[in-house]
């Protein structure tokens, strides 16, 4: 178990239901941050581009890479919608990135991605790579859901319908949550219902996240040669709080 199941049967989805819950509300906030960086940016787990494209298309150069090829494939038509520039992305693994050292001065591991990474051994790695490739004094910029433990269990519960779905037919979530408080785990096992009667296709899919505690992942990007300059607590800059919706660290790699 690694993190990156279930992402392949979840990418016909993933928009439509981001669009229903994230959105675009941390678009300005890494544009900003990637803008200050002054040169080529990577991101991490980037996905069907839901950051990606609005970077390139604000004038960051931009490199994408996630494992999941379902999920990349749809970054070329998201840009091609917004008649924007398509950026560079490639399928691999974010624990051996295939990139130089020193080649970026900023590295984005944003909305939960550290979180897919369900033992210390992937998370340590996926540092030390981070490490490698950044500039000396560049930036990691990461970006976690804290409420994710505290996600409150239930069973095949009807989370989203919509009359019309991504491919025009009704579409139902059913979500099972459960929790592994011990392990730091999360587990969402979700049900995508196309359509009505013997002609609905059902789509079910296990995706699982691993939460740290704030001074336990500190902890663990100093170790992989970080110096942590801001714990933010949401996208206007704001100071962490433990009620906050979201936790941003940027952290300098050493000199």
Same mark, same amino acid.
């Given at each position: 178990m690694k993190g990156h199941e279930g992402w392949d049967a979840y990418a016909p989805y993933y928009d439509w239901e981001n669009a229903r819950t994230m959105g675009r509300r941390d678009v300005r906030f890494w544009t900003?941050?990637?803008?200050?960086?002054?040169?080529?940016?990577l991101e991490l787990g980037s996905g069907t581009g839901r950051l990606t494209v609005p970077l390139r298309r604000a004038g960051v150069? &931009?490199?994408?890479?996630?494992?999941?090829?379902?999920? #990349?494939? $749809?970054?070329?038509?998201? @840009?091609r919608r917004g008649r924007g520039p398509v950026p560079p992305v490639l399928r691999g693994?974010?624990?051996?990135? %295939?990139?130089?050292?020193?080649?970026?001065p900023l590295?984005?591991?944003?909305?939960?991605? &550290?979180?897919?990474?369900?033992?210390? +051994?992937? #998370?340590?790695?996926?540092?030390?790579? @981070?490490?490698r490739v950044? +500039?000396?004094?560049?930036?990691?910029?990461?970006?976690? +859901?804290?409420?994710?433990?505290?996600?409150?269990e239930y069973t095949r519960k009807v989370v989203?319908?919509?009359?019309?779905? %991504?491919?025009?037919? %009704?579409?139902? #979530?059913?979500?099972?949550v459960r929790q592994d408080p011990r392990r730091g785990l999360t587990t969402f096992e979700q049900e995508y219902v196309e359509g009505r009667g013997r002609s609905r296709q059902v789509t079910p899919f296990t995706i699982r996240f691993r939460t740290l505690p704030?001074? $336990?992942?500190?902890?663990? +990007?100093? $170790?992989?040669g970080f110096e942590v300059d801001t714990v933010l607590g949401d996208y206007q800059g704001r100071e962490w709080d433990p009620r906050a919706d979201a936790l941003i660290l940027l952290a300098r790699r050493a000199t």
């Open positions: 900003g941050v990637a803008q200050r960086a002054g040169g080529l940016v150069p &931009v490199v994408g890479i996630d494992r999941s090829a379902p999920m #990349l494939a $749809r970054v070329r038509p998201r @840009a693994d974010i624990t051996a990135l %295939p990139f130089a050292d020193a080649t970026f590295v984005m591991a944003p909305y939960g991605l &550290v979180q897919s990474l369900l033992s210390d +051994v992937l #998370l340590a790695r996926t540092l030390r790579e @981070a490490a950044l +500039v000396p004094g560049g930036m990691l910029g990461i970006d976690l +859901v804290p409420d994710v433990p505290r996600w409150r989203f319908f919509s009359p019309r779905g %991504p491919r025009g037919l %009704p579409l139902t #979530l059913i979500e099972t704030l001074p $336990r992942l500190v902890a663990r +990007v100093e $170790r992989a």
